[in-house]
């Protein structure tokens, strides 16, 4: 019985998403750009696979806008593309091109490699990088040396990514041009961040570099190398994060970093909490939110008030962060502090208070408020959920919902629960729509 509800179950949804997608997919025939590339942005992110002959189609449209869209939408459904295809997209505006590049992996690997260097030569250094990125998925080593050419070109982007390209193909890593790049500032702050993550996650000792950008007085590169440091051995870097923490005068971004690397890379050392508590009333709110996931993750004797003293803080974003963790600490006065923050409706902290309440299997009368079309998709989405778990909520309530016009994924969650409250209204239902 249960197979064939569930055999039911994925027919009704697949019908549903067919139906939706059908209406959806109309906009594909209108005489509007906008709305043509708006519709294969819908379609792309609902994951539909049934309209990529007409995207294909629509790659010779004359706007620019609806070309990009498509092909967007045919990388997201790995479509393959024709060397007849890229060759009129070759002659398109810069955007396109570099919207292109992106699908050289999906053509023959032949015939990606040849129009991936028709590609490398374009005057656009946004085109190159982007045929550059696809490079580094494909691997033709053919064109590894003119990857190297690009490694003297002035454009310090194209020059990051040729380094970038050449080490994810297996050539080697250029340590000291990554180095050079992190260390001039001369150059743009995204760059010298990228080339540092890069150096980070790819040097087989990054931490005296690490070490020293992080004691620079330049924040924007110090705090990501503080960050970085999360990733490495605890036994390695707790003496820098302990010597840091214990100087409550630092700068706030540097003690956010701080906080947040050493919950990644020392979260079973007992004296985390200790470092941590000293930041719970700090004026900065992301440093307070790292001291409470430090607090969180090392699970300590004060983890239970650090969760009560947020649930009633005024501060809706760190009654939101607490939340969840009533799950873990459902203490009385957390469980109704729960019970206080879905009863007060504020949309912030709504839908994390409903999947808590769900998963502690408790209901409020208050809920099926919640599903009222004047409240957000969101929201609406998880009382019914939480309504379904605590089976505060009928099947034919629910054969109701999916037959209505309502949002696509309301229905779908309405199918959902009638397997688990009323399976045989799946068959009737199947008769009906």
């Given at each position: 019985m249960k197979k064939n509800s569930n055999e039911i179950l994925n027919r009704l949804k697949r019908n549903l998403i067919e139906s939706e997608?059908?209406?959806?997919?109309?906009?594909?025939?209108?005489?509007?750009?906008?709305?043509?590339?708006?519709?294969?942005?819908?379609?792309?992110?609902?994951?539909?696979?049934?309209?990529?002959?007409?995207?294909?189609?629509?790659?010779?449209?004359?706007?620019?806008?609806?070309?990009?869209?498509?092909?967007?939408?045919?990388?997201a459904m790995s479509?393959?593309?024709?060397?007849?295809?890229?060759?009129?997209?070759?002659?398109?505006?810069?955007?396109?091109?570099?919207?292109?590049?992106?699908?050289?992996?999906n053509m023959e690997f032949n015939q990606s490699c040849k129009y991936a260097e028709l590609f490398l030569i374009d005057v656009s250094h946004d085109v190159?990088?982007?045929?550059?990125?696809?490079?580094?998925?494909?691997?033709?080593?053919?064109?590894?040396?003119?990857?190297?050419?690009?490694?003297n070109d002035p454009d310090p982007r194209l020059k990051f990514e040729a380094i970038k390209t050449l080490v994810e193909v297996g050539e080697k890593f250029e340590h000291d041009l990554i180095i050079d790049m992190i260390f001039n500032p001369s150059l743009p702050d995204q760059i010298r961040l990228r080339a540092l993550n890069f150096y980070a996650l790819n040097s087989m000792n990054p931490l005296k570099i690490m070490k020293k950008i992080a004691n620079s007085s330049y924040l924007s590169l110090s705090s990501a190398a503080i960050?970085?440091?999360?990733?490495?051995?605890?036994?390695?870097?707790?003496?820098?994060?302990?010597?840091?923490?214990?100087?409550?005068?630092?700068?706030?971004?540097?003690?956010?970093?701080?906080?947040?690397?050493?919950?990644?890379?020392?979260?079973?050392?007992?004296?985390?909490?200790?470092?941590?508590?000293?930041?719970?009333?700090?004026?900065?709110?992301?440093?307070?939110?790292?001291?409470?996931?430090a607090i969180m993750t090392s699970d300590g004797a004060y983890a239970l008030d650090t969760v009560k003293d947020f649930l009633n803080s005024e501060n809706r974003d760190l009654k939101a962060l607490a939340i969840p963790y009533v799950y873990k600490y459902p203490s009385v006065e957390n469980v109704e502090a729960l019970k206080r923050v879905v009863s007060e409706g504020d949309e912030k902290t709504l839908v994390p208070a409903l999947k808590t309440l769900r998963r502690l299997g408790l209901n409020e009368g208050v809920v099926f408020d919640y599903l009222d079309k004047r409240f957000p998709s969101k929201v609406r989405t998880e009382a019914?959920?939480?309504?379904?778990?605590?089976?505060?909520?009928?099947?034919?309530?629910?054969?109701?919902?999916?037959?209505?016009?309502?949002?696509?994924?309301?229905?779908?969650?309405?199918?959902?629960?009638?397997?688990?409250?009323?399976?045989?209204?799946?068959l009737e239902l199947e008769v009906r729509i």
């Open positions: 997608t059908q209406k959806i997919s109309e906009g594909l025939d209108s005489s509007n750009s906008v709305v043509i590339a708006a519709t294969l942005d819908v379609l792309r992110k609902m994951k539909d696979p049934l309209h990529m002959h007409r995207a294909t189609e629509l790659l010779s449209h004359e706007s620019d806008f609806v070309v990009i869209a498509a092909l967007k939408y045919l990388n479509h393959p593309i024709s060397a007849a295809e890229m060759s009129l997209l070759l002659k398109r505006a810069v955007k396109v091109k570099k919207e292109a590049a992106k699908l050289l992996p190159r990088i982007s045929a550059l990125r696809s490079l580094s998925k494909i691997g033709c080593s053919d064109l590894n040396g003119k990857i190297e050419n690009l490694l960050k970085f440091m999360g990733i490495m051995n605890c036994d390695d870097v707790w003496e820098f994060f302990e010597s840091l923490l214990s100087n409550q005068k630092a700068f706030p971004i540097k003690i956010y970093s701080a906080l947040d690397g050493v919950t990644k890379s020392c979260r079973d050392r007992p004296d985390l909490e200790k470092l941590a508590l000293n930041y719970l009333n700090h004026p900065s709110l992301k440093v307070k939110i790292a001291a409470f996931k019914l959920k939480a309504l379904i778990a605590a089976k505060e909520i009928s099947g034919e309530e629910l054969a109701i919902i999916v037959e209505s016009q309502d949002l696509l994924k309301f229905r779908i969650t309405a199918l959902d629960g009638l397997l688990k409250i009323a399976p045989e209204k799946l």
